[in-house]
């Protein structure tokens, strides 16, 4: 009686809140156990910045007036960096055709792992970006708006990210064409998280430029997932 | 309706029809290109604050214009391909990029060549150019990604996906490069400019638009017809008409 | 004619060279397009027939000559 008991409760349980958890979970770990992967945008971000002054020049107001643009544009080169680790440690263990063989929809599952991407890479960069922008003599008042929008955008670049990821993952040198495909994509994003930083120092249309780059995630968010399914479908089978 | 779809599944049906239709597509772009350009370049009379150089207007507007039209359409054929599994969307999608993006670079280096008797400088990060050079960008991708992948029909779905893509994110760049543009230079006209022009300027430019277009058709029929070559090849009906052919 | 002479349609009051450049540029881009279909398809039709002659001279093979007629 005990033992059949015992047995019954050890039955695994279904349905889609699992799956997700689940795959939450595990990509957390493994990332977590990948420690220098999540370290490499981090590192990247504060090279380039570093690499601005050098190449252009030490002048304080001059560093002023272009660092909202260059924070912005040398995070999204630190998130297109780690995009191409998303999917290709899976696809070449064969995790990945477990996952499309999945009887919860691929898209949602899809959203986990992008999420967890933007946790350890979008979200850090966020974070860090304020100490950069005092090396690059940011003016006052815009820090948090660039923490701000950087949260915000990076999760709309994590998301249209994925999508050249999952297309390129099967190519042998996938990594120089996912840039091409994924650049031209995150221009509005650019453009709007920029200007959100800039909005705050001038103070004009911030709440316009923030509302913007929420509907970009917004769509991003509902659109994103079917084409990243969509695409490791063809990745897979091709 | 569901006739001419399912015909559509013949590439045969298609090789046939497209036959009659081409010359007359190359005939209209042939006659309107050149009445347009006669017109346009010799009888049009020059602008008040540009002279000559705005006579550049006659190939930059088309060529734009065909630019994102191109991209459009592509985008179409792409769903056409994926819901729908019919291959001569496919085949047609493939070849309206590189004419895509030949119109594309027309619309950059004549709007560049156009700025510096305008403007003084070789380029202009204006909203229009900007857009195409991103445009650009977005052509060769999608061409790239189709060549990458070693079985065809993966190229084939995932440049489809990628058009699809794209063609959603076209308005939203356009919009954001002019968003960006006015933040940043408050009161400049455009490449074009926005000043309301006299039938006998306006109507060459129209007749070069519709030769642009009817050449787009009549190219992108011919080459198809290629491509249904290139992919039917082993068909009894191909070899037949190889056989008969020059 | 919005022009005098030959020579000032040529000249395009002092603007010659962007003119030119950018129509030059459109027709060779447009022609090259045509020019390139057309020797496309002459060389896959010479393709074919190559290919044609080849597989009769070894004698075809019935599993590859699909008759499917569409």
């Known amino acids: ?238 | ?246 | 004619m919005a022009f005098a002479s030959l020579q000032d349609f040529f000249a395009m009051g002092g603007h010659a060279p962007y003119v030119w450049s950018a129509w030059a540029v459109t027709a060779l881009l447009l022609l090259g397009s045509v020019v390139h279909a057309r020797a496309e398809r002459r060389q896959l039709i010479r393709d074919l027939q190559r290919r044609e002659r080849r597989e009769r001279r070894v004698g075809s093979e019935p599993a590859r000559n699909l008759a499917d007629d569409t």
């Not at chain 1, 350890?120 to 950069?132: D, F, Q, R, V, Y």
């Not at chain 1, 999760?155 to 120089?176: F, H, K």
């Not at chain 1, 316009?208 to 509902?222: F, S, V």
């Open chain 1, 1 to 238: 009686m005990q033992h059949a008991e015992r047995l019954a409760v050890t039955e695994p349980r279904g349905g889609l809140g699992v799956a997700l958890a689940a795959t939450l979970r595990r990509d957390l770990m493994l990332l977590m156990r990948r420690r220098s992967e999540v370290m490499n945008p981090l590192v990247f971000f504060a090279l380039v910045i570093t690499l601005f002054p050098l190449g252009i020049s030490p002048d304080a107001e001059l560093l002023a007036i272009v660092a909202p643009g260059l924070l912005w544009v040398a995070a999204l080169l630190a998130t297109l960096l780690s995009l191409d680790s998303l999917f290709r440690a899976d696809f070449e263990d064969g995790c990945l055709e477990q996952l499309l063989l999945s009887p919860q929809p691929l898209a949602l599952l899809v959203m986990a792992k992008v999420a967890v991407h933007w946790l350890l890479t979008g979200l850090p960069l966020a974070l860090m970006a304020p100490l950069l922008g005092i090396t690059l003599a940011l003016p006052a008042g815009s820090y948090g708006i660039l923490s701000l929008s950087l949260a915000l955008g990076t999760a709309s670049l994590s998301l249209i990210g994925a999508i050249g990821a999952a297309l390129t993952v099967g190519l042998a040198r996938g990594g120089v064409l996912l840039s091409l495909l994924v650049l031209p994509l995150y221009v509005p994003v650019l453009i709007f998280g920029t200007g959100a930083v800039q909005a705050a120092l001038l103070g004009d249309a911030l709440a316009a430029h923030l509302a913007i780059l929420g509907a970009l995630l917004a769509g991003a968010l509902m659109l994103a997932p079917w084409a990243i399914a969509a695409s490791l479908r063809i990745s897979i089978n091709g």
């Open chain 2, 1 to 246: 309706m569901w006739a001419f779809i399912n015909k559509l599944r013949s590439p045969k049906w298609f090789y046939a029809i497209s036959a009659r239709l081409q010359p007359w597509f190359w005939a209209a772009a042939t006659l309107l290109i050149v009445v347009g350009t006669v017109w346009g370049l010799a009888f049009a009379p020059a602008d008040y604050q540009q002279g000559n150089s705005f006579r550049i207007i006659y190939v930059h507007v088309p060529a734009a214009f065909l630019a994102q039209s191109i991209f459009v359409s592509m985008a179409v054929a792409a769903v056409v391909f994926m819901v729908w599994k019919i291959k001569i969307a496919d085949m047609a999608a493939a070849v309206m990029a590189p004419l895509g993006a030949a119109m594309t670079f027309i619309a950059l280096f004549s709007g560049a060549v156009w700025g510096v008797p305008t403007w003084g400088t070789w380029w202009m990060w204006d909203a229009r150019l900007t857009s195409m050079l991103i445009l650009l960008f977005l052509y060769f991708g999608v061409i790239a990604l189709r060549g990458a992948f070693a079985s065809r029909d993966s190229g084939s779905r995932a440049a489809s996906v990628l058009a699809m893509v794209g063609v959603i994110n076209i308005p939203i760049i356009k919009y954001s490069v002019e968003w960006w543009h006015t933040l940043h230079q408050p009161a400049t006209f455009t490449v074009t400019g926005r000043v309301a022009m006299p039938m006998d300027m306006w109507a060459p430019l129209l007749l070069m638009v519709l030769g642009f277009y009817s050449f787009f058709i009549a190219l992108t029929l011919m080459r198809t017809r290629n491509e249904i070559l290139r992919r039917e090849s082993r068909k009894r009906w191909v070899r037949d008409l190889a056989g008969g052919e020059h």
